[in-house]
């Protein structure tokens, strides 16, 4: 998305050398592991801020829309395990993706939040309003996360 909307040569860059990194972990050759997913993530929110600031041509908005889904489970997870009295830094099996897991078999719940993911990419590619995307992204979750 950030390629198509900027032609930058940043992600290209980064994305680029994560073929090969893809194909031996789908191999079981390699493994990145939790440092290399916090490095590549930390690239990416790195030059997307640094676009966004001198070049100004993704909206912050975007990219709240983009976040929103794990910041929406990441903020229900932690209302949740205060509610229920229980340490917000324990791991559980309450997040999207497990619950979803749950519900459906692991190819249909792997479909399902990549269209998820999509909604806002779809939507600012073609230009809709971000409050038509924000409500779009927050009933489909709400609807995924509380029509078990």
Do not use: W
């Amino acid at each position: 998305f950030v390629i198509f909307q900027n032609q930058n040569l940043y992600f290209i860059y980064l994305i680029l050398p994560l073929i090969p990194v893809m194909i031996l972990n789908y191999k079981n050759k390699l493994f990145l592991g939790d440092s290399g997913s916090y490095l590549i993530a930390f690239l990416i929110a790195f030059f997307s801020i640094k676009i966004q600031i001198y070049e100004e041509k993704i909206y912050s908005d975007y990219i709240f829309l983009i976040l929103l889904i794990p910041i929406l489970d990441a903020a229900r997870v932690m209302i949740e395990r205060i509610l229920k009295g229980y340490s917000i830094f324990k791991g559980d099996k309450n997040h999207l993706q497990h619950i979803l897991i749950n519900n459906y078999k692991y190819t249909k719940s792997l479909i399902i939040i990549i269209c998820l993911y999509l909604i806002p990419y779809i939507g600012i590619f073609f230009k809709i309003d971000s409050l038509i995307i924000f409500f779009l992204i927050i009933t489909a979750y709400s609807y995924l996360i509380y029509n078990r």
